[in-house]
């Protein structure tokens, strides 16, 4: 029997199946718990803190299996979200079959399923994250004809005693792409890049960042992994459960693990960039005629108009705002540009100059090379790892939406691009033009007040998430928390502790 083109695929159950995770079927789980001796199923779920929830299942029989994978289980909704009271509480999750995976830290045979919110009458829960990131998708792609396709940047610091980097010893924040012996945690991200891929996810790359420090105690050393483009819900759940593995990676390696957004002033923070990009009949839409689209520019647009609204759901700690100033590679105002990396959006390379850098870099080879469809994306640098992933996702595409939509998404698009690093002194005037991000908490809510219109049209967001979003975001009470810590370090590291392991 020839090789086929899953048998490179390191996903166990795609590779067992022969056929693409979003073709799983009820019998396809059943047939692969038979054959692999899978002994228990995980239920596995976000919670309103954003962390992945469990229920565990022994497999008694095959009638019990069944009825598992058909009718899903209860769970105490008020106990995962705070907009479910406790007198109405009980909720069914139900298992997506696509989402399966062989849990890779359980010693007996595990296989775990991602699973969905319905409510008492057997509907999607509206307020249920995952289920409004569902929702804004499928009006996007009825509103536009477009699939928005996304990845995310993962970025975190593995935390460990400092005598770790005591041999081959890290350079102040020059690990940017370092390898082993001076990255000293790369093994932990290969690892981890191997069991994600094994789980599901589509792995683009990993790599060190360029934070890496010591204190008194400890070494902190900043890593990266990138995925590829693939339907937003889908990367958020590749997300979902990459955090879960690096975290379960590090606790089991005896380190510690942040995704917090900044850890220590003056070094770097750790964001959650997100790739975006038009899709249309299986086809890059972000390009014409090597340039970037009109299409393309009336997202970012869009993105920009709400931009300050967004960082409700993707800046959603006090810490979020100690990482949003300047010099700091993060963005502080509303503008976008091309490979500027001062910008909230930029634009990445996007190999739109043929393939005369493969062949100069090989003329050894004169075989036949097709450079395939495009890879331009573009790229909002904002958020951060304490974002609650599906509504930020949400967010973004009802943004993106908004811009496509919008009649004047083009000259506004215009007005705010930007080809300088707006934080160079000679350029402060071209940034005096810009509006700022929120650089609080407080600020996040007020703009998100100021633009809920937007994310509550078409039903996409409850009224009711959106008042808890801002009553959770104003409680923090941190508007001009900036300026009252400045040089107060001990007070500084006392908050970075409070919000070290974020959503």
Known sequence: MGKTQFDLNPHVLEKFLQKSSKEFTKKDIIDFVIANDIEMVNFRYVGGDGRLKSLNFVINNLEYLDQILTTGERVDGSSLFSFIGSGSSDLYVVPRYSTAFVNPFEEVPTLDILCSYYDNEGKPLESSPEYVLRKAHAEFKKATGFTFKALGELEYYVIADKEENKLFPAVDQ???????????????????????????????????????FMDEKYYYEQQEIEFLPCEAENAVDQLVIAKWILRKLCNDYGVNLSLAPKITVGKAGSGLHIHMMLEKDGKNMMVKDNKLSDDAKKMIAGILDLAGALTAFGNTIPTSYLRLVPHQEAPTNICWGDRNRSVLIRVPLGWTGGLSMIHDANPQDKSEMKLGDSKQTVEIRSGDGSADLYLYMAAIIVAAQHGIQMKDSLELAEKLYVNVNIFKEENKDKLAQLKALPASCFESADALNAKREYFEKNGIFQAGLIDKTIEKLKLYDDLNLSEK?????????????????TM
């Not at 792995?203 to 060190?208: D, F, M």
């Not at 500084?492 to 502790?497: Q, S």
């Open 174 to 212: 020059k690990g940017y792409h370092e390898s082993a012996p001076f990255a000293n945690f790369e093994f932990i991200r290969t690892e981890a890049m191997r069991l994600i891929a094994m789980c599901g996810g589509k792995i683009k790359y990993g790599h060190s960042e360029v934070g890496n």
């Open 485 to 501: 810590l400045y040089g107060k370090n001990d007070e500084i590291y006392e908050l970075v502790m409070k919000y070290l392991h």
